[in-house]
């Protein structure tokens, strides 16, 4: 199943690339699922985070994920998909509530997103400096808010025993980024 969801992305986001470079898109929901694999979590987090993006991204609804992969799938999926109708405050706070709020299997999700995310962005000002702001919707005080609003929210609801070692990775990237 999990060749099959990482197939299955690889095919939805063709000719796609990463925001700050040429990168083709799909090396980030790969580096995503090797992260959950890594944690140890089930299949379908895993096929979730080769999937995360695609009905956000591409053509693709959330049908043919629960059709191609099941309920479960497709519920992890949805739960991190967010409404391109609703201006970016609205879609990134109720991602920091869905954080707060969700399963552990929806956060771990998350979490390995934003944090793959946010080590790109890491990398992309290294290279290019304060000019990569440009091609976000939002400045950095608002990338701040958002980035540290999600790193104080992740543990809400884990018991210790049950938190992955990339939620430390990801409180002390947002701090190298944002001070």
Known sequence: MKQKAKDFAE???????????????????????EKLERAGFSDEVVC????HDVVEDTPFEMEDIEAAFGSRVAKLVAA?????SKSWQERKQHTIDTVKHAENE???LIVADKLDNLL????????????????????????KWYNTSISEN?????????????FAE????????FG
């Not at 000719?15 to 699922?33: D, E, L, M």
């Not at 979730?48 to 999937?51: C, E």
């Not at 991190?80 to 391109?84: A, F, L, S, V």
């Not at 990801?170 to 980024?177: I, P, T, W």
């Open 106 to 108: 929806v956060k771990y």
């Open 120 to 143: 790109g962005l890491e990398q992309d000002l290294d290279l290019q400096g304060d000019a990569v702001w440009r091609n976000f919707n939002a400045g950095v005080e608002q990338q």
């Open 11 to 33: 095919k939805a986001h063709r000719g796609q690339t990463r925001k700050n470079s040429n990168a083709p898109y799909i090396t980030h929901p790969i580096r995503v699922a």
């Open 170 to 177: 990801y409180m002390d990237a947002v701090k190298r980024v």
């Open 48 to 51: 979730a985070g080769y999937l």
């Open 80 to 84: 991190h998909t967010e409404d391109k």
């Open 154 to 166: 992740m543990y809400v609801g884990i018991e210790p025993d049950n938190v992955p070692s990339y």
